[in-house]
């Protein structure tokens, strides 16, 4: 990781962390009867990762505000949205995973029923912390659940899932028709939750269309980035540096970048989405460093 | 089904359908590709079943206004978490289940990961319905958003089937703590929803805080007394008029009203909550007849 990210993440990733462990361990109701859902829950809340969506929208609120802690309860909810569907594409049914961030997937620990009710809960409770925890007004917050809501469901990440999945076993030809396809795929599947954790962060603070919609475009380029250096990483890195099985994606034929175009395109690929970020944060001056380190980083994993 | 409730279903239940039907059916972005996903949210949706927690929202509406219409959104929200529910209860991880509502389950057709994302799809457009299409002040809308999310989630639905799947096996003892694990089971298994969709109506309206707890204890009310129907149902019924397995809620040594307390207890237990429903109802004069019809239609389903 670069030195400049680190410091925007030393500052802001304790904080979601703290935020989030505070909101699955409160003693509401439920708590002690359904104690195997919230360790379940919890256990994959709490295994950390890079709190990339989180931190895009303290970052994105940051270009407007100073006060980003008002952005954590926002941040916090497309984190949860984020880990459920870590869990859920986990399970057997889909990519049947037995690792995730170096530690068993939740469906090995708890079981595939507490997983699934985990991961549906999770989801459930994204809703709740905009509804209930952030403060701005209610105009406000109905955006944000709107917003969140399109970028997590059918025409976004679930969508994405979906198509991902029907492609699976169809990663050997080489067609204009695949490449668009796959460019579709990973615009839902992963482009749709940076892009809404992006706007989020705008909408909380009030942010005009035309930041709106550079940010959704900044987005989009990142999510394919990552995308694309996941794709190159899957096929060169090492199991201990990503902690997932390696190969798995090329195992099930799934359509990547890398079965798609080659390794060394794929590599050129991710140069050109890095400068295109880069020249879409010009005009935001120094207050987009963090994005900026952002950006960076999403690149140079490509190692 | 009595001839009362007759004629508020047949008001309100085909102008619900059509309503999930077009929604469903809207040329958004993401149908063509992911069109299996969009059959098999379809396919569940389409399945008909009782629209029970749409028409209660609907009728706790129009307690204190005539233009019903209005509540569809907030309806159809309702109706989609209730069918994600089913869905993954059906699953081969929970209740492996192969028929519900007389047709093959969503993943005995679609299979187990277009099942699931099928699920998740559906509980995110219920909060994109409630951002996007009811007609409110925001203010209203966010009230509407966080009831969902408590209704649905740990502490309400997803809590209740957590502790239903944990409990599982242990159906064979018969000690107080049991009773009340059961109670509690089905006040967040069922009747969280049930409350959920009835208090929805009444946020909508804007009714006060007297009816909104009112409806919500009737809410509970009916929702136990819908449960111990369904486990006598299960016990005595047959398959056809259930269409579901029979007895598979005994074959997984689920604790059940009529396993802990005996078939003619049950019964007992049933009327005494259908008559208390009535005289929670009482105050609220002719208006509630839709709801006085319900409450007897959910007890007379012990044939």
């Known amino acids: 990781m670069n030195e400049q990210l680190k410091v925007f993440l030393d500052e802001y990733v304790p904080r979601i962390d703290l935020y989030l462990k505070k909101l699955l361990f409160a003693d509401r109701v439920g708590v002690r009867l359904a104690a195997p859902l919230n360790d379940a829950m919890h256990y994959s809340v709490d295994a950390g990762g890079k709190r990339l969506r989180p931190v895009l929208t303290v970052m994105a609120y940051r270009l407007l505000a100073d006060d980003w802690q008002r952005a954590l309860p926002v941040a916090a909810a497309y984190e949860l949205v984020h880990t459920y569907s870590l869990i859920h594409d986990d399970l057997p049914a889909m990519d049947d995973d037995d690792l995730r961030r170096g530690r068993p997937t939740n469906h090995r620990v708890f079981g595939e029923a507490m997983a699934i009710l985990a991961g549906d809960a999770l989801l459930t409770e994204a809703f709740r912390l905009l509804a209930d925890e952030v403060e701005a007004g209610p105009d406000i917050v109905v955006k944000l659940v709107s917003g969140l809501a399109l970028a997590a469901g059918r025409d976004g990440m679930v969508g994405g899932q979906a198509i991902d999945i029907l492609s699976q076993g169809s990663g050997q030809g080489k067609t204009g028709k695949q490449s668009e396809l796959l460019k579709i795929l990973h615009r ?116």
């Open 188 to 303: 839902r599947k992963t482009g749709a939750m940076i892009s809404g954790s992006l706007l989020a962060g705008v909408d909380l603070a009030q942010g005009d269309a035309s930041l709106r919609s550079r940010l959704a475009e900044f987005g989009e380029v990142i999510g394919l980035a990552f995308q694309v250096a996941d794709d190159i990483l899957d096929e060169v890195g090492e199991e201990e540096s990503l902690g997932k099985d390696i190969g798995s994606d090329r195992e099930l034929g799934k359509l990547t970048f890398v079965s798609l175009f080659g390794l060394s395109k794929a590599r050129f690929k991710l140069a050109e989405l890095h400068r295109q970020a880069l020249y879409l944060l010009e005009p935001l001056g120094e207050k987009a460093d963090g994005l900026r380190a952002l950006a960076d980083y999403i690149v140079e994993r490509d190692r």
